[in-house]
């Protein structure tokens, strides 16, 4: 199962992801897209579209904004957070899912590698892919999808950058510090 977390619209890549997993053959897969669908009501029709056009419609779900327990369910019932943003300026939804333990492929766009990170070991807990390029978002899908190493490896380095997130306190007390200087 794939999450892919963020407001509907030309910005965060869902046409881009479409794109991408309709080259891909495996039957296996589901997409789920949680995220306003308003933003854009012109974008969403195109997308649904599509969907419907490239045989999508019955593996990808735009849910529309989830929360609270909905959303923990989705991230808790995805197996990895699919992201193909044009641009992101810090990127939260990756560290909503390293927090959860769960690996991110997503574009090297802004802040999105600095909210991956690394593990201190160096392991990165997901892939980054260029900005833009649906045959690499593919390309990654198709790999997550067939190599059982890749997730366990992928899975292993979220864990452990789950452990190494700060906490709440930690984060207040470090925005804190900058506010006052």
């Known amino acids: 199962r794939l999450l892919c977390v963020g407001g509907v619209t030309p910005l965060k890549g869902h046409d881009l992801l479409l794109d991408a997993l309709a080259t891909i053959d495996d039957p296996t897969w589901q997409c789920i897209c949680v995220g306003a669908l308003d933003l854009d009501l012109e974008f969403v ?23 609270d327990n909905e959303l923990d369910r989705a991230y808790a019932e995805a197996d990895v957070l699919v992201l193909a943003s044009r641009a992101e300026t810090y990127g ?13 492929i997503a574009s090297d766009v802004g802040g999105v590698p600095e909210a991956l990170g690394a593990t201190r070991d160096g392991r990165r807990p997901g892939l980054l892919l260029p900005p833009g390029d649906d045959a690499a978002m593919a390309d990654a899908l198709r790999r997550w999808l067939r ?10 380095a979220a864990g452990a950058r789950r452990a190494e997130l700060p906490g709440w306190s930690q984060t207040a007390d470090q925005v804190a510090e900058v506010l006052l200087e």
């Not at 939804?93 to 333990?101: D, F, I, N």
Request: aromatic share 2%; proline share 7%.
């Open 45 to 67: 029709a195109r997308l649904r579209r599509l969907a419907e056009d490239r045989g999508l419609g019955d593996r990808v779900c735009f849910t529309g904004p989830l929360t």
């Open 92 to 104: 939260m939804v990756v560290t909503e899912a390293l927090a959860r333990a769960l690996p991110v």
């Open 147 to 156: 190599d059982p190493v890749l997730r366990r490896d992928l899975r292993d």
